[in-house]
């Protein structure tokens, strides 16, 4: 097999751009800090993780990502359309092992861990508190996993794993992590947000 790419999604922390949802309990300078922080944190376990990482981009230019998170990364933008176009065009080459850039608890360890299932697994999959994934690895390009998919919806994680053995693939799953992305999400984590007591 391959190597495994780990390609990280994010967005420029834009105030009013980045963590909308976060932005009644923060304000949205404080919406675009967080986000700034989760992802610096995600791309730190990257790094520690030794997999060739690339970073998927969009709301500003590859020279603003390559100040804010260095030029040691491969930087892609996302594109046009919804996250399902944008998944399967960063799909190609596979193997790919895809995660968001809000995860507080995700370590290297996690991400070795993924990478490692994939060896034995055509499919990895990590479900997230809210019934989407934190992380989706594919051995192959499966297109029918982002087509007509309810994203950000608590279906996600089922619809997948129903898509994936529908097709004959029972997936190697990854332990259970909550993203950071509602109001109520921040009580977990408040060393993040500035709002511990």
Known sequence: MSPVRLVIFTRYPEPGKAKTRLIPALGAEGAAALHRRLTERTLEAA??????????????????????????LLLADQGEGDLGERLRRAANPAPALFIGSDLPDLTAGHLVEAAARMRTSPAV???????????????????????????????????TLERLRGRGIDPALLPLLADCDRPEDLDRWPDLSGTAA
């Open 47 to 72: 790094r520690a993780s030794g997999l060739t990482v690339e970073v998927r981009t969009t709301g500003a230019t590859r020279a603003h990502f390559a100040a804010w998170l260095g030029d040691d």
């Open 125 to 159: 999959l990590g479900p997230a508190e809210d019934g989407g994934y934190w992380a989706l690895g594919l051995r192959q390009p499966s297109d029918y996993l982002f087509a007509d998919m309810p994203w950000s919806s608590d279906q996600v994680f089922a619809l």
